[in-house]
């Protein structure tokens, strides 16, 4: 599959999920353009690879996703990644805690999906990367998947006002994967509870049927399938990689 002449923005695409997905687009083809808050790894990344610009931006600020995409320039792929991941008992949940969830993980996505749309010459793809906890519920983490299911509910709804015209939407629900983020959940497990490393991972892993993490690059192969041949009409889906567990 070659995606040689479309333009592709990835939020949060510093490290983790974005940074594999771009490297995966720009061997593709594709003009990549990397956004996130943390410059050194964005610059990091844009310097490995000529395919790949790096644009700082914070996905909560709605003027900073504008000018987001003033210098991204025109793109035919969209990918709202950005997000972060929060764990506690929802009544010692504070409200700041409540609207820094919502804010990177639902509002950030809405505004990326928003102005991409906007700005789309034609054909596009609108991908968001939601989670295994926007189909489900999840102890400990009622902000989080209550953000979740939103991105899910703003994917269906946006795929059928697009219908028509050649753009789909759709979401990515992965499981717990094998990323930074998930690393510091365990850290905050341990550290909660006074288990070891090794048996917070494993109350992870247990989530998935296959008794395992989902690698990064199976995030990115969903990705660049819904942006190729034979994907025209998948629009609208919430597409779990979760070894079976929803």
Request: aromatic residues 4%.
């Amino acid at each position: 599959m070659t995606l040689q002449g479309k333009r592709v923005l990835i939020t949060g695409g510093g490290t983790g999920v974005g940074a594999d997905m771009a490297r995966s687009f720009a061997e593709a083809g594709a003009e990549v353009v990397v956004t996130g808050r943390r410059e050194a790894h964005l610059t990091e990344l844009a310097r490995a690879n000529p395919n790949i610009r790096a644009v700082v931006a914070d996905v909560t600020q709605e003027q900073s996703v504008r000018e987001m995409f003033e210098a991204a320039g025109p793109c035919d792929i969209v990918i709202a990644n950005a997000g972060a991941a929060d764990s506690g008992l929802l009544a010692r949940t504070t409200l700041d805690q409540w609207n820094a969830m919502i804010a990177v993980n639902l509002t950030g996505v809405f505004l990326t999906l928003r102005e991409g749309l906007r700005q789309m010459p034609g054909w596009g793809r609108l991908i968001s990367v939601a989670s295994t906890a926007g189909l489900r519920g999840f102890a400990y983490a009622a902000p989080y998947a209550a953000a979740k299911h939103g991105v899910v509910g703003l994917t269906r709804s946006l795929a059928l006002e697009v219908a028509r015209r050649p753009i789909t939407v759709n979401a990515i629900c992965p499981g717990y994967l094998d990323t930074e983020m998930t690393d510091r959940s365990i850290a905050n497990i341990v550290a909660k509870t006074g288990k070891s490393t090794e048996d917070a991972r494993a109350v992870l892993t247990a989530t998935n049927p296959q008794d395992r993490l989902i690698r990064p690059d199976e995030v990115t192969a969903t990705a660049l399938w819904l942006c190729g041949p034979g994907a025209d009409s998948v629009n609208g889906q919430a597409i779990a990689l979760s070894g079976g567990e929803i």
